[in-house]
Nanobody, 120 residues
Framework: QVQLVESGGGLVQAGGSLRLSCVASGSILRINAMGWYRQAPGKQRELVAVFTSGGTTNYADSVKGRFTIDRDNAKNTVYLQMNSLKPEDTAVYYC??????????????WGQGTQVTVSS
């Protein structure tokens, strides 16, 4: 079983910054893809930024140039640096990871989410 724990959310004024962290733990052999999604009230969950299984990064158009995803593979951790935050970035941010567990079964896990609120 693989668990994801996010941290770093909070309340910030428009134009401010936050840095989210997500740590994966458990019976992990390999993480193939890992990244961030968000869900605002009344909206569907959407991709924010991810490291893909092909080794590339994908960003939502709405966050390009403002958000940066990076990772520490040794710590099974992914970060999301969010700059120039806007009220429309307000959402619950979820971490997702997909890969292979030590029992050689594939896993796909979600974190519990962390709230990001941007005031105008």
């Amino acid at each position: 079983q693989v668990q994801l724990v996010e941290s770093g959310g909070g309340l910030v004024q428009a134009g401010g910054s936050l840095r989210l962290s997500c740590v994966a733990s458990g019976s992990i052999l390999r993480i193939n893809a890992m990244g961030w999604y968000r869900q605002a009230p009344g909206k569907q969950r959407e991709l924010v930024a991810v490291f893909t299984s092909g080794g590339t990064t994908n960003y939502a158009d709405s966050v390009k140039g403002r958000f940066t995803i990076d990772r520490d593979n040794a710590k099974n951790t992914v970060y999301l640096q969010m700059n120039s935050l806007k009220p429309e970035d307000t959402a619950v941010y979820y971490c997702n990871a997909e890969g292979l567990a030590r029992n050689l079964r594939r896993f796909g896990s979600w974190g519990q989410g962390t709230q990001v609120t941007v005031s105008s």
